[in-house]
């Protein structure tokens, strides 16, 4: 796991000192909500007084805003609120971009629930409806079950409401509810794209302002896009799976730690747990808990909307398993996690630490002094460990919640770049390229590749350039005829019934378009090709080859490893390294062994590696030639 920097929230210093010199105990405390609680009882105040300032230095920056929001002024408030956002709803698909602002005026701060995973939820709830009605509904749903939400229910401390108040937004949240109660009925009317694009920004902001929605303090980003793109190419694996009517298996077990491992890095639990431990601000050990709890369940309920059969398959939340199981599943997840990132802290405290010493022999004094990154960490962990049980009792009510509204999406699948490939012979010799992913065997996503994407690209590549057109001709005929015979294609007769079934309709097909392409190349023994009649050929010819060896068993799995495995950086540092570690490096046989168990082929093990590592040799060698 790569070194990540974990950070501690750091919040304003002085919490005591209200708007408007107000004594603290005569700002009211916000009540928690029944379950039941209505749209406009969600407890989000408006604090009357000017803006006041706050002294957090730490966020994204202090931010000089160019426009001031009119606080007398509900539209001025709304635009302000709404930053950056971008909606358009049109015709079934709903497309976003942006932020709304956020309520603290050093910045953005952090989000506890990463916004991609909102965004994602978002989407998948209003894409696929037929129009705006149909839209409108869903949205009218949403805005109900906000409402009714965990963190609707949460009543911060005072403190932490003043801090927010003091923010530059501390009048948004009071006008909020108004703007898209307002916002709904407008589009009721309307019945217009341009209506319910507003009363979706109005969503966005209201789901922005609830408590504990964001905490203050730096945000320096934690790859939370590229977790949730993991989960969302796994959930197309999965859909893919279920739709074919194919046999329910268990993933293997790493498959399912990495589920799980994505799916956690998409709540911000070092701001969280350091808010909730922070010595400038107590909490109560009851509301500390109901926070922690309200956030674990609100990510739940959100991926739920667009990856429920991931969540489903690492056993995050299985419905219908009982929400005493579904919490202890949860809770000892978490633990895990925990641990694990604390480990990781201390791992690199320490590298810090032997850093530090080097200057200090160096230098002669400090040139930096070692991060506090494992002890803030060890903070939270020994907060979860004095309150798992309270935890795992409070997400378990949450559950309840979860459960009722989630679990039915619209999938939102985001692909790859489609196979591209430009031949040119302008120069009297081929020059070809080849971009972007060939059809894959699974719907919405690539799988695992065995050997890297971008060995084969190269492989293909270097086959064929700076060939004279006569070379090119005969070279594409060697590559139709070694297509029978090349080692993995011999598997098929390995698989499961259905998997061999849709395996050889895709090879045959590739391959019959591969052959369709080749008979469009003069005889052998005629007049070798002109260079303008072969380039078209090229680009079917090449295409063809690519979706077959894309197709071949194995090539690519459906229970291998989501993540990066740094084969970029291999490629970059090619020349400084051994060719046996590059070979190895750009071979994923974990994917490969994770598959092997998920298709119950064990007793085929060193079948299946042996014909895969001849493949993958072959096609290293072309790619990287000695």
């Known amino acids: 796991m790569p070194a990540r920097r974990i950070y501690k929230a750091r919040r304003t ?23 039941g609680m209505a749209l406009d009882e969600i407890p989000l105040k408006r604090v009357a007084g ?35 956002l971008q909606v358009s709803w049109k015709t079934g698909v709903l497309t976003l971009s942006g932020r709304p602002r956020q309520q603290f005026s050093s910045g953005e701060g952090t989000h506890t629930v990463a916004w991609t995973a909102v965004d994602r939820a978002v989407q998948a709830n209003l894409s696929g409806s ?23 229910g949460i009543a911060p401390p005072i403190g932490q409401q003043l801090r927010k108040k003091q923010g530059t937004d501390y009048t948004v949240s009071g006008v909020a509810v108004d703007n898209l109660r307002d916002s709904l009925a407008s589009a009721r009317n309307k019945k217009n794209e341009q209506s319910l694009n507003e009363a979706i920004k109005d969503f966005l902001v ?30 197309a694996l999965l859909q893919y799976r279920s739709q074919s009517g194919r046999a329910a298996r268990a993933l293997p077990r790493r498959t399912q730690a990495e589920i799980r491992f994505a799916t956690w890095r998409l709540v911000d639990t070092a701001a969280l747990l350091g808010e909730l431990t922070d010595s400038d601000v107590t909490y109560e050990s009851g509301l500390a808990t ?55 802290a ?34 939270g962990v020994d907060w979860f460990g004095r309150h798992k049980k309270a935890v795992e009792k409070q997400i378990r009510t949450h559950l309840k919640w979860v459960e009722a509204y989630g679990f039915a999406p619209t999938h939102v699948v985001r692909g790859k770049e489609p196979l591209t490939v430009t031949a040119d012979f302008s120069g009297g010799t081929l020059r070809v390229a080849i971009s972007g992913r060939p059809r894959s065997p699974y719907s919405g996503s690539q799988g695992s590749h065995i050997t890297a994407w971008e060995v084969e690209r190269l492989a293909t590549e270097n086959r064929l350039q700076g060939m004279t057109p006569e070379a090119v001709a005969d070279e594409l005929r060697a590559m139709y005829d070694e297509c029978g015979s090349t080692p993995s294609a011999q598997l098929v007769e390995l698989l499961p019934e259905e998997e061999r079934a849709s395996t050889e309709e895709l090879m045959n097909t590739a391959w019959k378009a591969l052959g369709k392409a080749i008979k469009d190349l003069p005889p052998v023994n005629e007049d070798p090709p002109t260079a303008g009649d072969l380039a078209p050929v090229v680009v079917k010819a090449v295409q063809a080859y690519q979706d077959f060896r894309n197709a071949l068993p194995f090539a690519t799995t459906f229970a291998g490893s989501r993540s990066g495995h740094g084969e970029g950086a291999y490629l970059k540092n090619a020349g400084n390294m051994s060719r046996d570690t590059l ?10 062994e994770d598959e092997i168990d998920y298709l119950g082929l064990l007793k085929y093990r060193y079948a299946i590696f042996k014909a895969r590592r001849l493949e993958h040799r072959t096609q290293f060698n072309l790619a990287f030639p000695e």
Do not use: C
């Open 206 to 235: 209201l789901r922005n302002t609830l408590p504990f929605a964001a905490i203050q303090g730096p945000a320096p980003g934690a790859a939370e896009g590229t977790y949730a793109q993991r989960l969302t190419e796994r959930e």
């Open 130 to 152: 037929k129009d705006v009605s149909a839209a409108l509904v869903r949205l009218e749903e949403m805005a109900e079950h906000l409402g009714k939400s965990p963190l609707a």
């Open 50 to 84: 000017k803006r006041g300032r706050d002294d957090d230095t730490v966020g994204r920056g202090k931010k000089t805003r160019d426009e001031e929001p009119d606080p007398g002024s509900r539209e001025s408030l709304r635009a302000w609120a709404q930053g950056s």
């Open 290 to 344: 109901k926070t922690f709890s309200a956030v674990v369940a609100t990510l739940l309920e959100e991926i739920s909307r667009w990856a429920p059969l991931s969540l489903q398959a690492a056993a995050l939340f299985v419905p219908g398993a009982g929400t005493a199981e579904n919490a202890q599943a949860i809770v000892a997840s978490l633990e895990s996690y925990l641990s694990e990132e604390l480990s990781q």
């Open 346 to 379: 201390t791992a690199e405290d320490k590298r810090a630490a032997a850093q530090w010493q080097r200057e200090i022999g160096d230098l002669g004094q400090a040139a930096s002094s070692p991060p506090e990154t494992a002890s803030a960490w060890q903070a």
């Open 13 to 35: 210093a002085n919490v005591s000192a209200p708007p408007n010199g107000k004594a603290v105990k005569e700002i009211p405390n916000v009540s928690a909500p029944p379950n």
């Open 583 to 592: 070979s190895k490096a750009l071979f994923d046989s974990e994917s490969l």
